[in-house]
Nanobody
């Protein structure tokens, strides 16, 4: 069984920074990509960033030039560095791992941007 755990959320003022972490444990064979999504209650889950096993990176339009996704070597550990945070970045952030047709999600970590 694969477990995904996010951490690093919290309360930050507008313009501030946070770094989220996500680790996966268990039997993951044929890893394809690792993603960050976010969701505000009552809305659809929004794509934030992804990195695949070749190091190719994509960002959602609303976070480009402010957020940065990275992976620690070949480990099942990724980060999301979030800079210049805005109140509209407030959401629950979810990590997602995709491997050989399987996909699993973490429980999410809350990010609140407010003065």
């Amino acid at each position: 069984q694969v477990q995904i755990v996010e951490s690093g959320g919290g309360l930050v003022q507008p313009g501030g920074s946070l770094r989220l972490s996500c680790s996966a444990s268990g039997n993951i064979f044929g890893l394809r990509e690792m993603n960050w999504f976010r969701q505000v209650p009552g809305t659809q889950r929004e794509f934030v960033a992804s990195i695949d096993t070749h190091g190719r990176i994509k960002y959602g339009d609303s976070v480009k030039d402010r957020f940065s996704i990275s992976r620690v070597g070949t480990k099942n550990l990724i980060f999301l560095q979030m800079d210049m945070l805005r109140p509209e970045d407030t959401a629950t952030y979810y990590c997602n791992f995709v491997w050989q047709g399987n996909s699993n999600w973490g429980q999410g970590t809350q990010v609140t941007v407010s003065s």
